[in-house]
């Protein structure tokens, strides 16, 4: 087998020599600076609001970020290229999540898991040809006591069975939460954060 050479001085298809980052998306992301020590500290929910702004993180999105953050572009290519859940192309409308943990496993997420790849036609971190969904398998989803559990979006699916694959795919609300999101890029400030989700913050305040 051998070994494809990479042509660094050559750029990345999804590079370009014009900003990606408009201001408003920039705007977001430094209100996110007062929550940290420092800049570099705001990487992970600037690369998130990134993400979601435009579906997946191109290399001139990451050389903006790194700018924003005033840190090399490589730190930031390396803690996308770490994390399952930032995305360096295109994905689905929707992402289907599938644990992979020993309790998943025990009950049968593998079978689930080879399910889902034949139905969409997709590898790991694949994307169906009809651009619908994509798909990714973690370590953990931290659902132990509900395996095997996947996400789909946000929503979690607790207790999968293989028989419940094609309904699950065809599903059209599979992805729409029982529950409130949580407003993370609200702009509220931490301390305002806490006000609303915390009783005893005033009393805090009130004995300084």
């Known amino acids: 087998m051998a070994w494809q050479a990479i042509d660094r001085n050559k750029p990345a298809a999804d590079d370009s020599d014009e900003p990606q980052l408009n201001e408003a998306v920039k705007e977001k992301i430094r209100g996110f600076f007062s929550r940290y020590p420092t800049r570099r500290a705001a990487l992970l929910p600037a690369l998130h609001i990134v993400q979601e702004t435009y579906g997946y993180l191109s290399h001139r999105a990451m050389r903006d970020v790194a700018e924003l953050l005033e840190i090399p572009p490589s730190s930031v290519l390396d803690t996308v290229s770490f994390y399952t859940h930032y995305w360096r ?120």
């Open 89 to 208: 192309h295109p994905k689905g409308q929707k992402v289907i999540v599938s644990c992979r943990s020993l309790s998943c496993e025990l009950m049968g997420a593998h079978q689930i898991n080879k399910a889902i790849a034949e139905k969409l036609g997709v590898g790991e971190h694949g994307t169906s040809p009809d651009g619908k969904y994509s798909f990714v398998t973690e370590e953990c989803l931290g659902a132990c006591d509900h395996a095997p559990c996947l996400l789909i979006g946000e929503k979690l699916h607790k207790c999968v069975q293989l028989k419940d694959v094609p309904k699950l795919l065809a599903d059209t609300a599979n992805d729409t939460l029982d529950i409130e999101r949580h407003a993370l890029y609200d702009g509220l400030s931490l301390e305002e954060e806490l006000v609303e989700t915390t009783s005893d913050v005033q009393e805090m305040k009130e004995a300084e």
